[in-house]
Every structure is written in structure tokens, then in C-alpha cells.
């Protein structure tokens, strides 16, 4: 029987990783001399920017060693034959009960999906060692936004055949087989053809009553089917994993939040700096950086959509640099929804010696425009205090208020 773990690329650590991850499109400064319109159109390919961190290494290195361990399990008759008792109605005793499962958990923007893309591309393509048996290293999924489990199971056959050409949905009677039927099906196409199943946008469990129904199914799947399991979802997912101990012993895994004001922040603000599309090309200082990130709250998205409307409202507006007064701009007019969000992360995890450079930060004269008030609950509260016990005035400090 053949190892399908032997087929895997070698792993990659330290810079040739990050040198495999780094997504940077080509750029030319000539650029800048083109028309408004060429130029509008380049500018789209900042959102192509892929700078990773060490949350890259770490869901790379643990999503390999997952596919490792699940390949290992392939070609395994008795655990074959195990879920052909299952399919059959008789009686199932699980041979693999503690595959590697795992969970990788952050806020929206922070890069999870494209981490995972980058991450499964790395894996290699698929796995071929006879002509009539194919698996795919990682098969990425989303979670069904009302939590239907009978809908994951058959998203699962659907991306499978998509993957390897196969015609496993036709063959099933897609939705009209019942659900444990269904779930034994799957369970044998899973063990056949998949590494590593990763279910994107998991967080939906939490927000329907059948939340938990679609885990416990995903929970039995991986025990039947021997594969392993990747949930990806932002934070609130969190107290849903904790709330029963083999909840949480097979979640257990990557938590990360938004990025700090370190080194590396700094060198994705260089980088993306670095690709302008105005005339006129300036420079990027401290305070400058300090500015993107409490005004992006740390999230690469925001980071990256503050410098891309910066830039297109410098090029539509004949202002042609990208520097405060254009940032504040795509701030106050394009990122509205965001604000609530950004503040959360500021003030707290600047360093002191920038706080006090960013107190001085302000925009030209001649503009009407103003910086996003940085302020805290906290701030609210002393404030209330030593205005003699004036909450209103407190509380228009921090946003409006009408009184009724």
C-alpha cells in the first residue's frame, strides 16, 4: 500500500517559508507618470499585498503536521470497514478516535483566509499514487450560515468532486439520502480522499440553535472517517468551544488578535508604503506609522484599505500625495463602519514614548478635516469626574449624543 504522506513537499521553516508565503506584485515607480486612469488601475494591486507574520508559520506548520498524521491513516482496511458497519446500521466501534483536530481563531481582517490559501498551496496539488485514487492534501469548506449539518455533508462531497473530477454527489442522490446515511457516505469519501477537512467561517455555529447539533456531527465524522479537522472563526467562537471539556480538548488550538505596535507592523506599513501610485512620492516616518495603526486598530485589512482609498482619493481629487491629510480623508469618509472597531485596539498597546509624538499628530490648516478622536470608556470616566459629574458632555467627548 502506498504512504500518501511520502507524496507531501518537504515542510518549510524559518526564510524559506516566509519567502514561499510573501506575495508582493511587481511594481515600477514609472508608474506615477502615467494618467489618472492607469493609474487607478494599479492601484487595485495593493490588495494583492501578502506580507506574513508569525501567525503564518505557526498555521502553516500545524495544518502540515495534521495532513502528516491524516495520510498516514490512508489506504487503513479496517478502518474502512468500521464505517461500512456504520453505513449499514450495524454496529460501530470507532478505530481512529483521537484524530488531530485543532482550531485557529482571529478577528475579521486579520488574514485568516489567506493565510489558509497560501498555507493549503504549500501542501502541493493533488495526490495521485495509482490512476483510480486521488486525495486531496487540505479541503477548505464554509460552514452553512444557519448551521445545517446535512448541508455541510453535502458541501463536502461537492468540493471533493470538484477537486478530483469524481461524481460522488450524482452517485449519493445529493439531498435525498437521510442523514445517517449521508454521514456514513461522507465518512468513506472523506477517508478516502481527504487530508485535512478545514471548515472557514465556524463562528455561524455560535450564532444558530443548531450550532452545536452541526459540531457534535463534525465530531463524530472526523472519528468515523480517521481525517483530520481545522475550525477557522473569529473570537466569539471562543465560549462556545469552552463550554464542555471534549469541546474544547479537540478546539484546542491557534488564537491570535489584531497585530501589535512592533517591528512587524512597521515593516508591512514600509512595504505597503512603499507602492505608491501618486505623483508626488513621499516618505514614510513614525509618525506616520504610529497614525496607521490606531486608526486600522491593528488589522492588516483596514491597513490595507486605508492606503488603497488614500491613494485613490489623492489621484481623483488632484491632491496627488499620500500623507495625513489624505488618510485622515479615506478615514472620516470611507471607513465610518470601522471606527467603533479600531478604537478598541489603540491607545493600550502603543508603546509611551509614541503616545505622547501621536498627541501632536494634526492635519493642515487649510483642511477642514479632523483625526478620529482616540479615547477610552476610561477616559469618559475621569473626564465625567473632574467635569463635576457632567455625563452628557463626558459621553459627546467620545461620540454625538441628542438629548430627548
Not at 493533488?126 to 445545517?148: G, M, Q, R, S, W
Not at 455541510?152 to 461524481?167: F, K, N, P, R, S
Request: hydrophobic share 40%; with cysteine.
Amino acid at each position: 500500500m502506498a504512504d500518501f504522506s511520502s507524496y507531501l513537499p518537504p515542510l518549510l521553516t524559518g526564510d524559506d517559508l516566509i519567502e514561499a508565503m510573501t506575495s508582493l506584485p511587481q511594481y515600477n515607480p514609472e508608474v506615477r507618470l502615467k494618467s489618472a486612469s492607469e493609474r487607478l488601475t494599479h492601484l487595485t494591486d495593493m490588495y494583492r499585498i501578502f506580507v506574513p507574520a508569525t501567525m503564518c508559520s505557526d498555521v502553516y506548520q500545524k495544518l502540515y503536521t495534521m495532513t502528516y498524521v491524516s495520510l498516514k491513516q490512508k489506504n487503513n482496511v479496517k478502518q474502512l470497514n468500521a464505517v461500512n458497519r456504520w453505513v449499514c446500521n450495524m454496529e460501530y466501534h470507532g478505530v481512529i478516535t483521537g484524530a488531530t483536530s485543532g482550531s485557529f481563531i482571529g478577528p475579521s481582517g486579520v488574514g485568516k483566509s489567506t493565510c489558509l490559501l497560501k498555507a493549503v498551496k504549500l501542501l502541493g496539488g493533488v495526490i495521485e499514487p495509482y490512476t483510480c485514487h486521488k486525495v486531496v492534501p487540505a479541503l477548505l469548506i464554509n460552514c452553512p450560515f444557519d448551521a445545517n449539518y446535512k448541508g455541510l455533508l453535502c458541501q463536502i462531497v461537492v468540493a471533493v468532486d470538484e477537486a478530483l473530477g469524481t461524481t460522488y454527489y450524482e452517485s449519493i442522490g445529493g439531498h435525498r439520502a437521510n442523514s445517517q446515511q449521508l454521514l456514513g457516505l461522507v465518512a468513506q469519501i472523506c477517508h478516502l480522499h481527504i487530508g485535512t477537512l478545514i471548515v472557514d467561517e465556524i463562528q455561524f455555529v455560535v450564532e444558530h440553535r443548531a450550532g452545536k447539533q452541526l459540531y457534535m456531527m463534525l465530531v463524530q465524522l472526523v472519528n468515523m472517517s480517521g481525517v483530520s479537522i481545522l475550525f477557522v472563526g473569529t473570537p466569539e467562537c471562543t465560549d462556545f468551544f469552552t463550554q464542555a471539556p471534549q469541546m474544547a480538548r479537540r478546539s484546542v488550538g491557534i488564537q491570535y488578535g489584531p497585530m501589535q505596535y512592533n517591528a512587524d507592523f512597521c515593516k508591512l506599513c514600509s512595504v505597503l508604503y512603499g507602492y505608491q501610485y501618486v505623483s508626488n512620492e513621499s516618505a514614510l516616518n513614525e509618525s506616520i506609522c504610529c497614525w496607521l495603526y490606531s486608526h486600522s486598530g491593528g488589522i492588516p485589512a483596514t491597513l490595507v484599505a486605508l492606503l488603497h482609498d488614500a491613494q485613490e482619493i489623492a489621484i481623483t481629487r488632484s491632491i496627488e500625495i499620500l500623507g495625513i491629510e489624505t488618510l485622515t480623508l479615506a478615514y472620516n469618509e470611507r471607513m465610518q463602519m470601522l471606527h467603533r472597531q479600531t478604537l478598541i485596539h489603540t491607545q493600550s498597546k502603543l508603546p509611551q514614548t509614541t503616545k505622547l509624538k501621536h498627541k501632536h499628530l494634526s492635519v493642515p490648516k487649510e483642511t477642514n478635516l479632523h483625526l478620529a478622536v482616540i479615547k477610552t470608556m476610561a477616559d469618559v470616566v475621569k473626564d465625567y469626574k473632574c467635569a463635576g459629574g457632567d455625563l452628557i458632555a463626558s459621553l459627546r467627548s467620545l461620540f454625538s449624543v441628542e438629548e430627548i
